[in-house]
């Protein structure tokens, strides 16, 4: 089955700067990798997605990047700000254009990340 | 839109004794919705997808006769925890599928707690 792997587990930087986290995949055949923000005690919120058919995508400050032939993706923040600092998730599933069903998502270990002031 | 919600948010009880969590998808209908378990500071582990309609599939390891999952609707799934002990004990997320953009987005409740004495 999928595994992901996701890494640095922990992340400190200074207010401005960007951050980086990277996540490899396994399964050869997942084609969508989202990025989820947790902050303590709280619901994982979607902040970013990508499609295999796609490099990168960005949205604001935030942007992904998709290597298919590594299998790795990555999630970059710019002009960090201090309610960025939270726990951020990558998975990977394969999807369908289907309504009936849905494949699951495995998730990477996590990365706390800490914005200094 | 795409909101999913849980009840109830914590809960305490004793060694022993069951207990229900109720997932709902708020705004749109849900065939599939998927149960998560999460230690402190750990990632979020997949125990169970559940279909509306069918039985529910289970994760190696996790024991379907103690976390029964019912999927009655579209838009409610339940988990109950059976007999539960103090390892029991964590947080448990669901998460709904929602059809946005052709893409298998899933979109998370906000958690229950489970402390049991």
């Known amino acids: 089955g999928e595994n992901v792997e996701q890494h640095p587990s922990t992340l400190s930087v200074q207010e401005g700067d960007s951050a980086v986290i990277k996540c490899t995949y396994s399964d050869s055949a997942s084609n969508y990798f989202p990025w989820y923000k947790q902050e303590l005690g709280k619901r994982p919120q979607l902040i970013i997605d990508i499609r295999s058919n796609v490099g990168e995508k960005k949205d604001q400050r935030i942007a992904v990047t998709l290597n298919k032939t590594a299998k790795h993706f990555s999630l970059h923040i710019t002009e960090t700000q201090p309610e960025d600092s939270a726990v951020y998730f990558c998975?990977?599933?394969?999807?369908?254009?289907?309504?009936?069903?849905?494949?699951?998502?495995?998730f990477g270990q996590g990365t706390r990340l800490t914005i200094n002031p | 839109g795409a909101v999913v919600s849980q009840h109830p948010s914590w809960v305490i009880c004793k060694s022993g004794t069951s207990v229900k969590i109720e997932c709902r998808s708020l705004d749109f209908q849900a065939t599939t919705m998927f149960w998560y378990r999460q230690f402190p500071k750990q990632s979020l582990m997949l125990m169970a997808t559940s279909n509306e309609g069918s039985k529910a599939t289970y994760e190696q390891g996790v024991e379907k006769d103690k976390f029964l999952i019912n999927h009655a609707s579209l838009t409610l799934s339940t988990l109950t925890v059976t007999s539960a002990h103090p390892e029991d004990s964590s947080f448990y997320i669901c998460?709904?599928?929602?059809?946005?953009?052709?893409?298998?987005?899933?979109?998370f409740g906000p958690g229950t707690r489970l402390t049991v004495l």
């Open positions: 998460s709904a599928k929602a059809w946005v953009e052709a893409t298998d987005t899933q979109y």
């Open positions: 998975a990977a599933s394969r999807y369908r254009t289907s309504i009936q069903g849905a494949q699951k998502l495995v």
